[in-house]
């Protein structure tokens, strides 16, 4: 997601739950785009591309970093608000397996066309 508008432009899906999130980044978005740098949240603590909070912050200085962090991520955090009312993600997937990343894409869709009416205050 761009952490300006909150829109979804990354999506990488038909993954299960058991796959780390990291693993997932790894052989998609870091692999399609080396040279940028990410931002993400503890569980993608260790990679040299991707922008974390501490885990357990010991200084003012990390604390203080972590502050800093959370002010930007909030807009993805509002993005995935949105994309989990439709409780594709956060529920027990019911129906034929293969419709699921169809399902995902149309949500994301809607939820970026949602964001351009009404954009994430930041």
Known sequence: MSIQTGLIVWLNGGVSGAT???????EGILRKYPDKIFIGDKGYSGHENIVTPFKSPQSEAELQ??????????????????????????????????????????????????????????
Do not use: M
């Open 20 to 26: 780390h999130d990291l693993t997932i980044a790894k």
């Open 65 to 122: 970093w972590n502050k800093t962090l959370g002010a930007v991520r909030v807009s993805v955090e509002h993005t995935f608000g949105r994309i989990k009312s439709f409780h594709c993600l956060n529920t027990k997937w019911r129906h034929n397996i293969l419709y699921h990343p169809i399902v995902f894409q149309v949500i994301t869709n809607l939820v970026n066309f949602d964001l351009l009416f009404y954009p994430i205050k930041a």
